[in-house]
């Protein structure tokens, strides 16, 4: 819902030549998999940040190729983000899970919480939640978790996120010793109050929180 990916892409369907010619249609990109064997100097990358790995329509085959790129690309580190981790668990055993790959799933609401069951499953040396755009206040089990990232809603049919909702999760995290990363407040701020873009800023009870886990690379 509210979608930002979505929105993003539609905005260019049937325009020629355009990476999103087709919208947010499902595409697959074969020819792109070894570009991140000729980066040679060491980056974080987010996989796959308009789309969803494990959407069902992705062949098995597929989703081996690019783990097999990530584990030969040992010097850069890969965060992979799915609101379908039950698909990751399912084919975990056919997946090279090299140290440089970091396993993430959504947490909005309570009701998706039953992803982190999942989420642990997976043998991924970093796991990780994002509970962004969060939505309501979590009460979170964080066995096997390493980091947690929390962030607001932007767009202009954003749900505001309440400070007492974020703080809860950040001291969830101390007390099981996990890193917390604070992202944004999104397009409301603090107090409740819609603001500009990029404006509410991304500090939590006056402080920023920039906690990552320890590094994994090769």
Sequence with gaps: KHCYAETFAERFRGV??????????????PERLDLPLTWKRPRKIFVNSMSDLFHADVPDAYIQSVFETMARAHWHEFQVLTKRPE????????????????????VENQRWTSRIHELRKIPAHIRFLSCEPLLGPLDLDLTDIDWVIVGGESGPRARPMREEWADSIRRQCESARVAFFFKQWGAFN???????????????????????????LA
């Excluded at 020629?16 to 990109?29: A, I, K, M, S, V």
Aim: hydrophobic share 35%; charged share 20%; glycine share 14%.
């Design 16 to 29: 020629p030549g355009h990476p999103y010619e087709n919208g947010f249609d499902l595409q697959l990109r």
């Design 87 to 106: 698909r990751a668990a399912a084919i975990a055993d056919q997946l090279v899970w090299s140290p440089n790959i970091w396993m993430g799933t959504s």
């Design 190 to 216: 603090c107090d409740g109050r819609r603001v500009g873009k990029g404006k509410a800023g991304r500090e939590l009870c006056g402080k920023t929180w920039n906690q990552v886990p320890a590094a994994t």
